[in-house]
């Protein structure tokens, strides 16, 4: 599903440590642009290390603050990075209503 106007983002594997970085700073300097409206997609993301996540919640609030939009396609998680994003709040803090997957329902 394309929305007009909408920018898909594939969120990639963050692993390594000097790959990391170096794909973080890329990604950065993709979004550094007033009004973008990007739509993160995870069908490529099999592992996202704390400070992916941290960094890449920080470079959302960037886009939120210079006029942007970003959506997020939840069902696009793999079970694993899933649990990493609800364990580390990321996906209650961006509208996911997704249960973290190894809890039970209260």
Known sequence: MTM????????????????TCRDLFTMWKHFDRDEIQVVFDFAQTHFIRSRAVAFIAGLIRLIENRGGAVRFKWDTLSSAVAAQLAHNGFMPAFGSRQLHPLRKPS
């Open 4 to 19: 007009r106007g909408w920018e898909t983002y594939l969120v990639p594997t963050f692993s390594a440590q000097a790959r």
